[in-house]
């Protein structure tokens, strides 16, 4: 099974620029090209939120349109960006998603069980997760002991950019980390929200974050160092799963690039 994970969309309305200057449509539009033209082709893709930028119904009908030349399922969270409402609205063909409240959702049909976290604060930039959405979080993990990937977009770990460590899964994170460690069968937890390629040993498994198809944030390890950007080039997650060897991430990156030619 191949799952290809783009993240941080944020698509704005038809004709805008994100800040006046990133052209996040066009940018998605490349990545989704880059999707099309991957050998062999992901079974899914998943997008783990900040899909649009202002949670509008014009820009979700604008991100559904640049989406359809995909082939494979697409699997959608919400982030902190997104409204689940315009979501659901424009998406109401993705039987997966709740008709109302969070947009959580199991998916069942693949070698490995997929299981969809809202984390979504209406109107914050941090997420949480509530004791219903961890209840249910919990009942869910307690029916299958299936290989499991989490995806969420705010990731429950500190990643060392003091921006973002203080804008991640603040409420609840304790109790998730609980929840995977005894269980035992989630092979990763798949997250956004950073706009950065990065792993960590998380509650007795990992966890990754993936790259904007858009902007990513700068790397900056200095505590206290404020937010900001750089044009680095975008990526998509590609997770492997092979029965006996788990759950394998490359990060492929878009754009036009020499090779590939023999190393001799």
């Given at each position: 099974?191949?799952?290809?994970?783009?993240?941080?969309?944020?698509?704005?309305?038809?004709?805008?620029?994100?800040?006046?200057r990133?052209?996040?449509?066009?940018?998605?539009?490349?990545?989704?090209a880059?999707?099309?033209?991957l050998?062999?082709?992901?079974?899914?893709?998943?997008?783990?939120?900040?899909?649009?930028?202002?949670?509008?119904?014009?820009e979700?009908?604008?991100?559904?349109?640049?989406?359809?030349?995909?082939?494979?399922?697409?699997?959608?969270?919400p982030?902190?960006?997104?409204?689940?409402?315009?979501?659901?609205?424009?998406?109401?063909?993705?039987?997966?998603?709740?008709?109302t409240?969070?947009?959580?959702?199991?998916?069942?049909?693949?070698?490995?069980?997929?299981?969809?976290?809202?984390?979504?604060?209406?109107g914050?930039?941090?997420?949480?997760?509530?004791?219903?959405?961890?209840d249910?979080?919990?009942?869910?993990?307690?029916e299958?002991?299936?290989?499991?990937?989490?995806?969420?977009?705010?990731?429950?770990?500190?990643?060392?950019?003091?921006?973002?460590?203080?804008?991640?899964?603040?409420?609840?994170?304790?109790?998730?980390?609980?929840?995977?460690?005894?269980?035992?069968?989630?092979?990763?937890?798949?997250?956004?929200?950073v706009h950065?390629?990065?792993?960590v040993?998380?509650?007795?498994?990992?966890?990754?974050?993936?790259?904007?198809?858009?902007?990513?944030?700068?790397?900056?390890?200095?505590?206290?160092?404020?937010?900001?950007?750089?044009?680095?080039?975008?990526?998509?997650?590609?997770?492997?799963?092979?029965?006996?060897?788990?759950?394998?991430?490359?990060?492929s990156y878009?754009?036009?690039?020499?090779?590939?030619?023999?190393?001799?």
């Amino acid at each position: 099974m191949l799952i290809a994970q783009i993240s941080d969309m944020h698509i704005k309305p038809p004709g805008e620029l994100l800040y006046g200057r990133i052209d996040t449509a066009g940018f998605l539009e490349r990545a989704v090209a880059h999707v099309k033209a991957l050998d062999p082709q992901p079974d899914i893709v998943l997008a783990t939120g900040d899909l649009v930028e202002g949670g509008k119904v014009e820009e979700y009908a604008l991100l559904r349109r640049l989406m359809e030349p995909l082939d494979m399922p697409v699997y959608l969270i919400p982030g902190n960006h997104d409204a689940r409402d315009p979501l659901r609205e424009v998406f109401a063909d993705h039987a997966y998603l709740p008709k109302t409240g969070f947009l959580q959702y199991t998916i069942e049909e693949w070698p490995v069980r997929l299981i969809a976290l809202d984390t979504l604060v209406r109107g914050k930039t941090h997420g949480e997760l509530c004791a219903e959405r961890l209840d249910w979080l919990a009942a869910r993990l307690a029916e299958s002991d299936r290989p499991t990937i989490l995806f969420l977009h705010h990731p429950p770990f500190d990643c060392g950019i003091t921006a973002f460590d203080g804008h991640r899964l603040l409420e609840g994170h304790l109790r998730l980390a609980e929840l995977v460690r005894r269980r035992g069968h989630v092979e990763r937890a798949l997250c956004g929200h950073v706009h950065r390629p990065i792993q960590v040993r998380w509650a007795g498994t990992m966890a990754s974050v993936a790259p904007s198809t858009a902007h990513q944030a700068t790397l900056d390890l200095h505590d206290g160092a404020p937010l900001s950007m750089m044009m680095e080039p975008p990526g998509v997650a590609l997770h492997l799963w092979r029965p006996g060897a788990g759950l394998i991430t490359h990060m492929s990156y878009v754009g036009n690039y020499e090779g590939p030619r023999p190393f001799r």
